[in-house]
């Protein structure tokens, strides 16, 4: 029984994916599990695997067209069968940055586009004009004979409202979906200074017995996602999202860590964060991070996270407010370890400090909820041992 290669659905709101290159061409044999194509999506380039073992066949997409979710794109069949014959048909399919040849047009159809003279625009960049309310045909097409495609309307989009523009595609898309949470999520933000004293003296006394088992030096993230993770148990609002006008509360404890890559960032997800040891965290997170930096994260990378992390204590940031990643309830900022004079029994003291601000979605979470939450956290870091067990 042949199987289908289907564009898959990465994210809540994707309606169409890029496919970037096949890893295979047609007639050659799989195996289940091997990369079988990669495709971009608005969060990052990632490979999808091939679901059997068999023979590719039937491919019905070129690399580089724009392809709606959950449309067959190849098959998998055994030697001797043969994809089914509708598949065969229509290979040609409008891209974004190559021209193919059109589709027969209704009579109707194609009166109203006579009618309708402009640019001609991919079905992704039409709606996303609607949307912004943009006038498109002050937008200069990049595509072949002065089309559209959906890059240039976020490229027009984010150039109106900041004048800056990010470079790269990986820039604008996260150029425009961070102005969707901001102008729609309703934030909100808790600030604590916690003393993290415990959670660097855990990192030393924790080193070596996670290096021996993973190859890895923990961090501080590592850490901080493995808290995180436990502390959320106690606060399943926070690990909520909002979905369809109402509260949904998940299952699942997906802890989303933010990592920088050439041209924008990416959320990469640890799965059932709560239930892996520090040794599996740090060797995931460090996996994670390479592949994120070379544009070869999985499909599963980048999905089903319910909590987001974003830690610039590297870069010698004090502390800052980050954006939701809707349809989460919560994103976590982390700022720099730095000593400061602070007082301890009554006394002046230096110890080692760090600023937590919690955004909050205020449809799912409250003020006394995300304080709660903070309070547990910041509790954690002073025997961070004792959560971990």
Not at 58 to 67: K, L, P, W
Request: proline share 7%; aromatic share 4%; hydrophobic share 45%.
């Amino acid at each position: 029984m042949p199987f289908s290669i289907v564009m898959p659905a990465l994210e809540m709101a994707q309606e169409t994916g890029t496919l970037i290159a096949w890893r295979k061409k047609e007639g050659e044999s799989v195996s289940k599990g091997e990369p079988l194509l990669e495709i971009e999506t608005d969060k990052a380039i990632v490979e999808v695997e091939a679901p059997a073992d068999g023979i590719l066949a039937g491919i019905a997409a070129r690399e580089g067209a724009v392809i709606p979710v959950g449309e067959t794109i190849a098959w998998i069949v055994r030697p001797g069968e043969s994809p089914p014959a509708k598949s065969l048909a229509g290979s040609a399919r409008r891209t974004e940055n190559q021209p193919v040849q059109a589709a027969p047009v209704a009579p109707a159809a194609a009166a109203e586009r006579s009618a309708a003279p402009g640019p001609r625009l991919s079905p992704k960049a039409r709606r996303l004009a609607r949307e912004s309310g943009l006038d498109i045909t002050q937008v200069h097409g990049s595509g072949p004979g002065g089309a559209v495609p959906a890059t240039d309307v976020l490229t027009a989009k984010t150039e109106s409202v900041t004048n800056v523009r990010i470079p790269g595609a990986v820039g604008r898309l996260m150029a425009e979906r961070t102005t969707q949470s901001w102008t729609t999520v309703p934030h909100f933000f808790v600030t604590r200074e916690a003393d993290a004293s415990g959670l660097v003296e855990a990192r030393e006394r924790l080193a070596l017995s996670v290096k021996q088992k993973s190859g890895v030096k923990p961090t501080h993230t590592d850490l901080l996602v493995a808290l995180v993770a436990r502390v959320l148990k106690n606060h399943p609002r926070l690990n909520a999202s909002w979905m369809d006008g109402k509260i949904q509360l998940n299952r699942e404890i997906n802890v989303a860590v933010a990592m920088a890559v050439e041209d924008g960032v990416v959320a990469a997800v640890i799965h059932n964060a709560d239930h892996h040891h520090l040794d599996d965290i740090a060797a995931q997170r460090r996996n994670l991070s390479q592949r994120a930096r070379s544009g070869r994260l999985h499909p599963a990378d980048i999905s089903g996270a319910t909590f987001t992390i974003s830690n610039l204590g590297m870069y010698q940031v004090d502390s800052f407010s980050a954006i939701i990643n809707p349809p989460q309830a919560a994103i976590l900022a982390i700022g720099s370890i730095t000593d400061r004079v602070v007082p301890v029994a009554a006394q002046p003291a230096i110890r080692p400090m760090l600023t937590l601000t919690l955004s909050c979605d205020h449809r799912v979470v409250d003020g006394a909820r995300a304080a709660a939450f903070l309070k547990d956290l910041v509790e954690s870091l002073r025997e961070p041992e004792k959560w971990l067990r």
